[in-house]
């Protein structure tokens, strides 16, 4: 992948193809590296170790919770759970009998990390019957090359968790169970709007123009695009263009002055309150 900004997409036309193109394209730019697989038996509340670096696993037997912060979820028998960033601390337990999981590791390639982890959500969690017939297929691979030791094994390894990880991005955004830009290509009039926002960022789009992308009155366009995405159409638009601003001074080491400018802010100052309020520090501490 390259450091280019975080529109993430090059094709001004994707905002014309809709909305599987800007899925394939921003899957397309997803690079990673599967790790190991293990097959991990936990007993009655016991988590797995090391879940800092990014994971994923497919429940064999039981359930398991998976919680962080005030939110708790439960994944049953046969269910993936894709955890982009991992889970720092732990957050996953068997709950109350003994469980096996299928435990799926890999990283970020050094030009993705910091892209990947603005984009993508924190947490994927694919049901058994959302995830037919390709979930058990590949859970079937998995535990196969989990107790295989033979030569190639590494890159079979490799392989299967790449596809593992698109496939579930590519349900978790079709089954619509997710806020954020995949929660919004779920419903193909507000992923026109995204679009054409992600095609070209640093337009100052206003609401009219908006909403007639997605050929919606402003006031039902605002309401779902709210709905899906979490937030106001402007200000995931401003969102957008800071997620740009901090990838121009992380990858490319910009300067400060030349990064708010490129993203559309007259004033330093300004720039560097907006960016404070959505990353807790400064520009100048992330470059």
């Given amino acids: 992948m390259t450091t280019r900004p975080y529109h ?26 599967g790790e190991r697989v293990e097959l991990v038996h936990l007993t009655a509340g016991a988590s797995p170790e090391r879940l800092g670096s990014a994971c994923l696993f497919v429940v064999a037997a039981g359930e398991i919770v998976f919680e962080q912060g005030a939110r ?3 994944a049953h028998n046969g269910d993936l759970v894709l955890l982009p960033a991992g889970i720092p601390g732990g957050g996953v337990r068997a709950e109350q009998n003994a469980a096996e999981i299928l435990l799926a590791r890999f990283r970020f390639d050094t030009h993705s990390l910091h892209r990947m982890l603005l984009v993508l959500p924190d947490f994927v969690h694919v049901a058994e019957a959302d995830g037919q017939p390709w979930l058990a297929g590949i859970a079937s691979f998995l535990r196969i090359e989990a107790l295989d030791d033979q030569p190639g094994a590494a890159l079979m390894v490799s392989r299967l968790i790449d596809l593992a990880v698109i496939r579930a991005l590519r349900t978790w955004a079709q089954v619509g169970h997710t806020r954020g830009w ?22 100052r789009w206003r609401l009219e123009e908006l909403a007639a992308r997605a050929g919606m009155s402003r006031s039902s366009f605002c309401d779902r695009f709210a709905a899906l995405i979490g937030k106001p159409p402007l200000r995931y638009h401003i969102e957008l263009r800071l997620g740009m601003a901090r990838l121009m001074l992380v990858d490319q080491e910009m300067r400060v002055g030349e990064a708010a400018h490129k993203v559309g802010y007259e004033s330093d100052a300004a720039f560097s309150r907006a960016y404070k309020t959505m990353f807790g520090k400064s520009p100048k501490a992330d470059r």
């Fill in 8 to 33: 993430l997409t090059d094709l001004p036309e994707i905002a014309a193809r809709g909305r599987d193109d800007l899925l394939s394209d921003v899957l397309g730019r997803i690079r990673l590296t």
């Fill in 72 to 74: 708790s979820h439960v």
């Fill in 182 to 203: 995949l929660g919004g290509l779920a419903d193909p009039r507000i992923a026109r709007a995204l679009a054409a926002l992600h095609a070209n960022p640093l337009r």
